[in-house]
């Protein structure tokens, strides 16, 4: 081949793909800012300094800046530094996620500064306009909460994943781990002062497979969340000091968001738990020393005194520890 032709190839090549993705820049960067002016049309606030396209040749790297994105009707007010979406150009339905390490929450209740070293996460789509979510997963380092209501939460990790559930349409696997987890209220840190729990949780993490009552796309962005429905419990798992429980079994929620179901709540040191229950006031005091006696049996029947298995049940807006009744069963909403 004449040099002059393969110099012409490369030249039209480069062209083309020149071409290709600056199309692509111009179609990423117009649709969100599309999205944000109809968020905007709805009644939101949304506001940023900048919008910047970067990543050529192979890369579409979204970065936006001061940046404050507001539900005016459920009071929930996001602001940061920056917010960046980045991705190749020829997989337009993968995407990472990059989160600033300072940035701030504002609800109806109560105002929230959330802090980190690392916050990423990865997130691929169902092809179509829907936008429906197919797999995910966020990984927080060295991550902060403080809240003006007087809490503070610190991990050192956590990590949450989501893909669909095989085999069951409309669920969705969710796997949830803390590590290194210390709260921190003017509760917790009596109990901690008092030597009842050690001031880390060292492990937090659940397992759950999740039916909701629509799917996870961009309606749950624009309008309202999905809500869980069904609750597959595999194993919900926390070792705190000496303390360690773990929980499984299968709840329904109705369309307020009331739990009904049972699941087996297996406890090692159950006395600890107990006493810390007791000093935490979240029972009354009457209900404590029958609830001792009664799990004192119910473990001696099983052989050891120091570990439990006992169903918690939630029936008709009761919530029940064995035969003992606790007070309203939970309720659970996404906000």
Known sequence: MRPSRLLWIVVIFAAGWSAWWGWGAWQAKNGLEHWLEARREAGWQAEWDGLEVRGFPTRIDRTLTGVTLANTDSGWVWT???????????????????????????????????????????????????????????????????????WTFSSDEMRLATRPTEAKLGRRDIGLEFLGLKPRAPLLGRLAQAGLVPEEVETLRADLSVGFDRPWDRLAVETARPQPREIEIREIAVKWGELELRIAGDLELDAAGLVSGDVMVKSTNWR???????????????????????????????????????????????????????????????P
């Open 80 to 150: 940061a530094p920056f917010f960046q979406i980045l991705g190749l150009n020829y997989q337009k339905d993968h995407v990472i996620l990059v989160w600033p390490n300072e940035m701030a929450l504002r609800t109806p209740y109560q105002n929230v500064a959330i802090t980190g070293q690392s916050l990423q996460g990865s997130a691929t789509f169902l092809p179509g306009p829907a936008r429906e979510l197919s797999e995910a997963t966020l990984i927080f380092e060295a991550l902060e909460l403080i809240s003006d209501a007087g």
């Open 272 to 334: 600890d738990i107990l006493e810390l229950v007791r000093q935490s006031g979240l029972v009354p005091e009457s209900l404590v020393d029958p609830i001792e006696s009664g799990l004192g049996l119910l473990s001696g029947l099983a052989g050891r005194s120091d570990t439990l298995d006992i169903p918690l049940s939630f029936s008709n807006g009761r919530t029940k520890l064995g035969p003992v009744p606790l007070g309203p069963a939970p309720v659970i909403r996404i």
